[in-house]
């Protein structure tokens, strides 16, 4: 896959999401609870998996649209992940879902690739799947990269 930013040139975020995927780390706390955890990982490009459960249902029986919104910001963040250097983090500026069914017992992949990236903002999109590859949810993300005490503790 063709990339619209540069490799990073340290990799301890990239390896990380990679030991998350493999099973080697403890889900963050939010994944554990929901159910969502990487199976694909490359630099810019996450893909996560979550089969929905009767608890993550509305009032109205469907799937919740912040539990597809969660999934995906899951993989948006670990894919801008992989291209940050070590000293760097970032922080969400916003998040936008455009939903386009609804869903109610389904495995979902959401499919985040970073389109571009500068020095200090990235621009993420995700699409979130069903088991027969309908697009259930288009998200995009812009994030703030952080370096210094700004990433420090994050």
């Known amino acids: 896959m063709s990339q619209p930013f540069s490799a990073p040139k340290t990799t301890s975020h990239l390896e990380l999401v990679k030991n998350l995927a493999a099973g080697s780390l403890p889900a963050p706390p939010i994944a554990a609870l929901l159910g969502f955890h990487p199976i694909e990982v490359e630099i810019g490009h996450v893909v996560m998996e979550m089969q929905t459960k009767p608890e993550h249902a509305n009032p109205m029986g469907t799937l919740h649209g912040g539990v597809i919104c969660d999934l995906a910001d ?80 994050r």
């Open 74 to 153: 899951g993989a948006i963040g670990c894919a801008l992940a992989t291209t940050l250097e070590d000293d760097e983090s970032f922080t969400t500026v916003d998040l936008t879902a455009n939903y386009f069914k609804p869903v109610w017992n389904a495995k979902l992949r959401a499919s985040a690739h970073v389109t571009r990236r500068t020095k200090s903002l990235g621009f993420i999109e995700c699409d979130v799947k069903d088991e027969t590859g309908s697009v259930v949810a288009k998200v995009f993300s812009t994030c703030m990269v952080l370096r210094g005490e700004a990433a420090k503790g």
